[in-house]
């Protein structure tokens, strides 16, 4: 079985006509007859009803059609993926590397300037890697997926995000404790926040799901709950009406870029050492300047 005959049933059922679907695939009607007549011969089927005026599909045919038509879709999209290998692509779910995210493209830049450094937002667990839409993933939770190499590029500190108008706001600083009498919102999927971030007299009043950081800040920014999140969400979402506060005596989120294990992307040893010289030394030293500073912006 040919991929060429794949195309043939489907063009033939799509334009009508053998003659009409060959002048769509650009070849002669005998080659599509050929193709048809072999692909019935392997799979041991008619595929097709023919008369003298136009072609019907047989009950088999009719399956057998859906699933080439999956085919090639599938087909197409490896070939995509193949085309685009003239770029890396940088997955994430959240937050890219925050305000590391234009410092590295820019010295990617410059060092490949035929090779963008292009980042994509995948909101699942490995950020693209899974479905091909990333080369390299960031990724602030383990993945637990044997599929998968990671290398540990950072650390961030955790920020609340809450309500400009909230009494929170007025402070420079906050304790996990501090969240405790309110709606927490929690990305269950792709976030960095579970419950067991908040010591057990502690625990938040009540947990709100979300699926996406826009309806993550939109909750906050309404005064419907508040939030964890890691330093970069803070350089990477500005959002009128939230307010970012660095968090006291909380662990750090630990950065790493993923890849799949049997097929690392080009120039991954150099993407990996030039985000951790871009994050030695800022991450968790200056949590706390970084959630003034975005503060004063937001409040």
Do not use: C
């Not at 009128?240 to 890849?259: E, F, I, N």
């Amino acid at each position: 079985m040919e991929v060429r005959q794949l195309r043939a049933l489907v063009a033939v059922v799509d334009a009508g006509t053998f003659t009409d679907a060959a002048a769509v695939l650009g070849v002669s009607q005998a080659s599509v007859s050929r193709s048809i007549a072999a692909l019935e011969r392997e799979m041991g089927v008619r595929l097709l009803h023919r008369t003298t005026r136009h072609v019907a599909l047989t009950p088999i045919g009719e399956r057998v059609l859906a699933q080439s038509r999956r085919v090639l879709q599938e087909m197409a999209h490896l070939a995509q993926i193949a085309a685009e290998r003239n770029e890396v692509r940088v997955g994430y779910a959240w937050a890219a590397l925050g305000r590391h995210t234009r410092r590295l493209q820019k010295a990617w830049a410059a060092a490949h300037p035929g090779v963008p450094l292009v980042f994509v937002q995948v909101n699942d667990a490995t950020a693209g890697l899974s479905d091909g839409a990333a080369d390299v993933a960031v990724i602030r939770r383990p993945l637990a997926d044997a599929r998968f190499a990671a290398a540990e590029i950072g650390h961030e500190a955790r920020f609340a995000a809450v309500a400009t108008d909230s009494s929170l706001a007025r402070r420079r600083t906050l304790g996990i404790e501090d969240l405790a009498r309110y709606t927490v919102a929690i990305d269950p999927r792709t976030g960095t926040t579970t419950l067991d971030l908040f010591p057990p007299e502690a625990r938040p009043r009540a947990v709100r799901q979300t699926l996406a950081v826009d309806e993550w800040l939109n909750l906050i920014a309404a005064g419907q709950a508040v939030g964890v999140t890691a330093e970069a969400t803070a350089n990477q979402y500005p959002r009128p009406g939230v307010a970012y506060r660095a968090l006291r005596h909380v662990p750090p989120v630990t950065v790493r870029l993923a890849w799949w294990r049997e097929d690392p992307p080009p120039y991954l040893e150099e993407l990996v050492e030039s985000a951790r010289r871009l994050w030695k030394g800022s991450a968790v030293e200056r949590g706390e300047r970084v959630g003034e500073e975005t503060g004063d912006r937001l409040g």
